[in-house]
């Protein structure tokens, strides 16, 4: 596959957003450079694997998540456990929480913090309502 004409993707992973135009979003997916994926993943490659700070993941085939010179995000997320979302229409991939972290947060009832917007635009974070029952209603058009 050649660097052919896609767009720039802007990539979520767990609250970390990431816009570089190294990171093209192609019909089979998303792409980036090699020296780009610790600034986009937090993740490196290496000789021995997947690597972030003292963790390695084994890459089973290396090739696998290659695509030309560049390396494929969805497979890399997958590797890591992740699940991973990409919609070329938007330029977004979505890149979500490893399984372990989503089953203990399924295990002790405990939602990740987040902040999202309140009505008049203004930031709100659920760790704000600690001590407080709260209700989240989550809507989608889709």
């Known amino acids: 596959m050649t660097a052919a004409p ?3 993707a802007t990539v979520l992973s767990m609250g970390n957003d990431t816009t570089t135009n190294d990171v093209l979003l192609l019909e089979d997916g998303p792409l980036v450079d090699a020296d780009e994926l610790e ?4 993740w490196t490659l290496k ?3 997947l690597c972030k ?3 390695c993941v084994i890459v ?3 090739e696998a998540i290659r695509s030309g010179d560049q390396l494929d995000v969805m497979a890399i997320a997958d590797l890591l456990d992740r699940p991973a979302a990409a919609d070329e229409k938007s330029g977004l991939v979505a890149i979500g929480a490893p399984r372990d972290r989503r089953r203990a947060a399924l295990r002790d009832l405990r939602a990740p913090d987040f902040v ?3 009505l ?3 930031p709100v974070a659920l760790s704000d309502h600690r001590s407080k029952k709260r209700l989240l209603v989550a809507f989608s058009s889709w």
């Open 6 to 8: 896609g767009r720039v």
């Open 39 to 42: 600034a986009t993943l937090g």
């Open 47 to 49: 000789p021995q694997g």
């Open 53 to 55: 700070d003292d963790a």
């Open 60 to 62: 089973p085939d290396p």
């Open 116 to 118: 999202l917007p309140d």
């Open 120 to 122: 008049d635009g203004m």
